[in-house]
């Protein structure tokens, strides 16, 4: 079975530069996580998805944060303009049953 | 609110050393789950375990072992014969109200373990 994918893998912009992420689940799995993890901290969790809809984003920074989920599967995460300290990996999971959360590789993000 | 804290920033152990790492979390709700997962070099978190708030029974899978108490809001994790594998950031988690959609998982900082050769 394939886990969830990421991409890019790295990504290096200015601040005030745009960057966008992308997130294939596992096939199958309904819910969908987007979470930050900075260097020498856990993951916060950003964002999470049931199906095409929001369940939480309560710590989603919005005025330059953004995501979606179309069609219930693929997901973009998108920061627009970057701060020095959106610097982190961005990590992406998704689950079948309630709170068995399969993480991806990660987007490690830094922003100079 | 829930909290998870690992006070244990850094660990580092001969390998075949046993090597626990300290769990303690805060939760005003009776049912929750605990979670440990491994992050190793690559970066990829990897599912260890998930344990019931209602179920305090010690579990071990092969040289892992968990020892969740209550009593002491305490979820420790052990390493038996530790091995250069090992070797990874392992963080501890805590999620309320799981049947619940707005359920999330809380992470702790995390405990990096380094095992030498």
């Known amino acids: 079975e394939a886990g969830v994918a990421q991409s890019p893998r790295y990504k290096i912009i200015e601040k005030r530069q745009s960057v966008a992420f992308w997130c294939n689940p596992i096939?199958?799995?309904?819910?969908l996580y987007w979470y930050q993890q900075i260097l020498g901290q856990g993951p916060k969790l950003l964002i999470q998805?049931?199906?095409?809809?929001?369940?939480?984003d309560s710590q989603l920074p919005k005025d330059r944060f953004s995501a979606e989920r179309l069609k219930g599967v693929d997901s973009t995460l998108k920061i627009q303009p970057a701060k020095l300290e959106d610097s982190a990996v961005y990590l992406c999971?998704?689950?079948?049953?309630?709170?068995?959360?399969?993480f991806g590789p990660g987007t490690r993000l830094t922003v100079t | 609110a829930q909290k998870v804290t690992q006070a244990q920033t850094e660990i580092s152990v001969v390998e075949k050393e046993d090597v626990t790492l300290d769990c303690v979390y805060e939760?005003?709700?009776?049912?929750?789950?605990l979670f440990w997962y491994k992050q190793p070099p690559s970066g990829e978190l990897v599912f260890l375990i998930r344990?019931?708030?209602?179920?305090?029974q010690n579990e071990i899978s092969g040289r892992y072992s968990w020892n969740f108490q209550k009593s002491t809001s305490s979820f420790n994790f052990t390493i038996t014969a530790s091995q250069v594998v090992d070797s990874a950031v392992y963080f501890c988690?805590?999620?309320?109200?799981?049947?619940?959609?707005?359920?999330?998982?809380?992470f702790g900082s995390g405990t990096r373990l380094s095992i030498r050769p």
């Open positions: 999971a998704s689950s079948f049953i309630r709170d068995e959360q399969y």
């Open positions: 096939s199958g799995h309904a819910t």
């Open positions: 998805f049931q199906n095409n809809g929001v369940v939480d």
């Open positions: 939760t005003r709700d009776t049912t929750y789950y």
């Open positions: 344990r019931n708030s209602f179920d305090e």
């Open positions: 988690a805590l999620s309320e109200a799981p049947d619940s959609s707005a359920s999330k998982i809380i």
